[in-house]
């Protein structure tokens, strides 16, 4: 009968391990001042987080359908419980190098004041509460785009992406009609 473990099985073992990850609550105070509670995800070699207010969902990749005449970070989209979110690839966005997508890829989906839309991430880490005290600005070598949506970056090499920016920065929002031109 093979090998007596199911791909099924395999996936069921991998979700339940992300999941006691996430479920970690981290400590609400560590008398450095305030805290922010963050995602953290890996885009290739580097660790980025995103705080969780800006966090609507995570999980697991599903099949993207790739859609035609939009810029190259929109990988695709998804439906999620029948609402249809885009896909971005902050890979693309950031100059970082391509990588094909694996079983360990997630899609986190930030939403803000209507606007919504998924980052693919590689990995989920976990989360984190980072104290704001511990963050330092980024740093003036960084390009322009890079700049443009970092928050800082902690001491341990955290990259910290600002959400409300990525949410709201209207080159990342595709809505365009396609009309005829007669």
Not at 29 to 44: N, P, Q, T, V
């Amino acid at each position: 009968m093979g090998s007596g473990v199911s791909i099924d099985d395999q996936e069921r073992k991998i979700l339940k391990e992300r999941a006691r990850t996430l479920a970690v609550v981290p400590p609400t105070a560590l008398g450095d001042g305030e805290l922010i509670r963050a995602l953290r995800f890996s885009l290739g070699a580097e660790t980025y987080a995103v705080e969780s207010k800006h966090i609507r969902e995570v999980f697991p990749l599903p099949p993207l359908t790739p859609l035609p005449c939009v810029p190259p970070f929109v990988r695709g989209i998804i439906n999620v419980r029948g609402r249809i979110v885009s896909i971005i690839d902050l890979k693309s966005i950031l100059g970082l190098p391509d990588t094909e997508l694996s079983p360990s890829c997630s899609v986190i989906i930030l939403q803000s004041k209507g606007n919504e839309f998924g980052l693919l991430a590689d990995e989920i880490s976990g989360l984190s509460a980072i104290p704001i005290s511990s963050i330092q600005p980024s740093l003036p070598t960084l390009t322009e785009v890079r700049a443009e949506f970092l928050w800082g970056v902690t001491a341990e090499g955290l990259v910290l992406l600002d959400a409300g920016k990525l949410l709201s920065d209207r080159k990342l929002v595709i809505d365009e009609t396609v009309g005829s031109t007669a």
